[in-house]
């Protein structure tokens, strides 16, 4: 397990003549354990903290840190599951997930077994021969996930992993990420727009407008979770009034807009 900070994080963007202030300031402590969702509307810096966690990019000022350790680039500490599952089309669903051993001091064998014994604990233990376009969606979504998971990484990243599955495959798929999560503890920080599905997942919930944090929010639920539960629902209520009223205030403030570059 691994503890994450981020402190007083800073990170632009330049689009075209602009420039978009994507985080300001920014600290965020994140347990050795826990799960934390960010949760907010678009362009509210979400996807940026990944990158910067991933080592995708760096901050313009802070410093991000595991461990204590500041991350400068990308490390098999910590996996990143993406929206779409970036499979490589050629290979197998053993092999995609076996890929990422492949730096690591196992034979072939032993990769590969790995590479079953991981997807056999996401339900795909019937489809290790099945190339990506023989797979649905929601599965090669899951070999995604059992490929990060097979590093054993410290970290789990994932953003918006399953903001395109129908509805039905999007709630066996949330149910899954719980039951690995119970069963590995492994320090979670995941991107999502929707409400429900942060309270169903979530130990936190940071709720972020433009440029930063505006509430961090204990989940106060044991697992499993029931989304038709009444305290769930209110509670679903309450982050989504104060939601709208923090996109409400940036309308009326004009909160962190974006500046023309000077010449």
Avoid at 222 to 244: K, Y
């Amino acid at each position: 397990m691994a503890h994450v900070n981020f402190n007083n994080v800073s990170k632009h963007y330049v689009q075209g003549d602009r420039v978009v202030q994507a985080l300001l300031n920014c600290s965020l402590n994140i347990e050795s354990g826990e799960f934390v969702s960010l949760l907010g509307p678009s362009g509210t810096g979400k996807t940026t903290f990944i990158g910067l966690l991933a080592g995708f990019e760096r901050p313009d000022q802070g410093r991000v840190t595991v461990n204590g350790v500041e991350i400068v680039k990308p490390g098999p500490d910590r996996a990143v599951v993406f929206q779409a599952p970036t499979l490589f089309p050629w290979q197998n669903a053993l092999d995609n997930v076996a890929q990422g051993l492949r730096a690591s001091q196992l034979t072939r064998s032993e990769r590969r077994a790995r590479a079953a014994e991981q997807l056999g604990e996401v339900g795909l233990g019937h489809a290790l021969d099945r190339l990506p376009h023989q797979m649905s969606g929601g599965m090669q979504q899951r070999v995604g996930i059992a490929r990060a998971l097979v590093m054993e990484p410290k970290v789990l990243l994932m953003d918006e992993p399953f903001a395109a599955l129908d509805a039905y495959v999007r709630s066996e798929a949330q149910k899954l990420i719980v039951t690995l999560w119970l069963r590995r503890r492994v320090t979670t920080l995941f991107v999502t727009h929707s409400i429900e599905e942060a309270l169903f997942l979530s130990t936190r919930i940071v709720i972020m407008a433009k440029g930063g944090i505006t509430q961090d929010i204990a989940v106060p639920f044991e697992f499993p979770r029931d989304p038709t539960d009444a305290e769930f629902n209110n509670l679903r209520r309450t982050i989504h009034d104060r939601i709208g009223a923090g996109v409400e205030t940036e309308r009326k403030a004009g909160t962190l807009p974006s500046a023309k570059l000077k010449n």
